[in-house]
């Protein structure tokens, strides 16, 4: 215990001697961590913006304005029947409307355009999302459908989530392999940076460890106090990269859900806390690693 | 420190039975014999080197030590003397194990240092007080705290080191000047300071390498009084020196190593080298 209070103290002159390194060494510590972080952020969005477009996908057959009642009965009754339909429900023109009004943030255009711009539509629920292209295609091709589609081209008149989802997919794949590779150089820069600081420790108390060797101090203790540098410069990094998604998270989060409204981009607490020990504990191992090998380096023992 | 000196006497009438000596060299025979006893070369060695070498990886075809083997046992005070770079301080370094010897074996206390693990070097050194030339005292500290390092570092609690540093810092003669900064101390009371830091941990043997190699002929009989009545104490005492009239004086085991090789071994000898 007062040797962990000893190790504390030398490693505060440590941060005191060498001001400059020191602050380079917490600043790309906590710069790697806040793009981890924000990346991990990122991911939760998405993923819940991913989870809610899959178990939303539905397909929308939009139908004609001059349709029959008769036509628009029979093609429900041929959906209706198809393999992986769950349910089958007819929204009217008034009701898209209405529905628009509510999802959008600037309902005043609608009224603007005067008329009903929006079609009416039938609106398919499937019991199984990775059957949708299969549905779609059999309604596609019918000559129920046809006969009531919006536009000419049955397929235009079609929409459903599928093909969002995977463009949704490629997207975070690409972003996703350029975190990782920015996260791999910021680490290694992190690494390089703390093994420099420790190294110019080590040398700054060259004398002083040339005496421990020889009274006989154990090696525990003689590198107690520099992997406790890294440690420190590591937890500082990490607090800062928490406060600043903390502060993302309360400030620009409700900004951005306010304007892709429809979008669920509220992200559970649990996620965060989970994220912030992530951060906390991949800190801890880039500054334990980076003094560990200065240490080897530059203090045999 | 009269206390100590009390303790040492009675410790040398203990010692009282003599061992029938070892041949002396002519030149020590030559030379009046003080009035010193004859040391007990009994129990286990202290330090034992059976067929040590020592060969630097910069000179492979000149070893630093060959073939040295030689006993020290407890209670001895030993002087080892060479000219420069005949290998004494590569067999200081050998005894604390900052160096491994290239082949032969070393015992130190029973331990053999060819088998003992990284990790238990460090309590080996706690059980050797060291002194250098240089003394390797931290500029920044004062006096106490140069001793008390010593202390603080094998994690000895406060109270140990508010007790047994005022206490070994009588015993060098420095209770006056706990609060000085090392270069605020002359020579020989620097040199005091890192003898007092060797032995406050009181290891039984204490390695001196060239103690008195900075310091004017006063001085450094000074030094070697101190040495003397540490190892009255009980201490074993090596003393690396190439201090002729220091040896001459002292007329205390000698052993002599010339350009790796040992050269004599002898009870009372003398320095014995031509200059």
């Known amino acids: 215990m007062s040797s962990l209070i000893y190790f504390l103290k030398q490693s505060l002159q440590g941060f005191a001697r060498n001001l400059s390194t020191t602050l380079g060494s917490i600043i790309t510590i906590f710069l790697s961590l806040f793009i981890i972080g924000l990346f991990l952020m990122g991911g939760a969005v998405i993923q819940n913006v991913v989870e809610s477009v899959e178990n939303e996908v539905s397909i929308t057959a939009y139908v004609a304005d001059e349709a029959s009642e008769s036509d628009i009965a029979a093609a429900q009754d041929y959906i209706r029947g198809l393999d992986g339909v769950a349910s089958v429900s007819f929204t009217t023109k008034d009701q898209a409307l209405e529905k628009f009004r509510e999802m959008s943030s600037n309902a005043a255009i609608v009224d603007e355009l005067g008329g009903n711009p929006l079609p009416a539509s039938i609106d398919i629920e499937l019991s199984d999302p990775q059957k949708v292209e299969e549905v779609a295609k059999q309604i596609e091709s019918s000559d129920q459908f046809k006969k009531i589609a919006d536009e000419d081209n049955p397929s235009d008149s079609l929409k459903y989530g599928q093909r969002t989802v995977e463009r949704l997919f490629s997207v975070t794949n690409y972003i996703r392999y350029i975190g990782i590779a920015l996260i791999i150089l910021l680490v290694f820069i992190a690494l390089v940076f703390i093994n420099n600081t420790i190294r110019l420790a080590i040398m700054a108390r060259r004398k002083e460890i040339a005496i421990m060797r020889l009274v006989g101090a154990s090696n525990g203790f003689i590198r107690g106090p520099f992997l406790m540098e890294g440690a420190l410069h590591a937890i500082i990094g990490a607090a800062l990269a928490i406060v600043s998604i903390e502060l993302i998270r309360n400030l620009a989060l409700p900004r951005l859900q306010a304007s892709l409204a429809f979008l669920p981009i509220d992200v559970a607490p649990n996620t965060f806390l989970f994220i912030y020990l992530i951060l906390l504990v991949a800190g801890l191992i880039i500054g334990l690693i980076g003094s560990m090998l200065a240490m080897r380096r530059y203090l045999k023992v | ?275």
């Open chain 2, 1 to 275: 420190m009269t206390e100590a000196t009390n303790q040492g006497a009675e410790q040398r009438l203990e010692r009282a039975p003599s061992r029938t000596g070892r041949l002396a060299a002519d030149l020590s025979e030559a030379l009046p014999v003080l009035e010193i006893d004859d040391l007990p070369q009994q129990g286990a060695p202290v330090i034992a080197f059976d067929r040590v070498s020592k060969v630097y990886p910069a000179q492979p075809n000149r070893p630093a030590l060959e073939d040295i083997s030689l006993q020290i046992y407890p209670g001895e005070f030993v002087f080892l003397v060479g000219h420069s770079g005949s290998g004494k301080s590569t067999l200081v370094r050998l005894i604390i194990r900052e160096l491994k010897p290239s082949s032969g074996k070393i015992t130190i206390a029973g331990e053999d240092l060819g088998s003992m693990r990284n990790w238990r070097v460090p309590y080996l050194r706690r059980n050797i007080g060291c002194v250098f030339q240089d003394f390797k005292l931290l500029p920044n500290k004062t006096v106490f705290e140069n001793v008390a390092f010593a202390l603080e570092v094998i994690g000895k609690s406060r109270s140990v080191i508010r007790t047994q540093v005022p206490e070994v810092l009588r015993l060098v003669g420095l209770q006056d000047k706990l609060d000085k900064l090392p270069d605020q101390l002359s020579g020989g009371e620097a040199q005091r300071v890192s003898i007092a830091r060797a032995i406050v941990n009181r290891p039984p043997l204490l390695v001196c390498d060239e103690p008195t190699g900075n310091l004017d002929p006063q001085t450094s009989r000074g030094i070697m009084d101190l040495l003397e009545r540490i190892n009255r104490t009980g201490t074993t005492v090596l003393v690396a020196t190439h201090d002729r009239e220091m040896v001459d004086n002292m007329r205390r085991r000698v052993i002599a190593l010339d350009r790796g090789h040992l050269t004599r071994d002898q009870q009372r000898g003398v320095y014995g080298f031509d200059v």
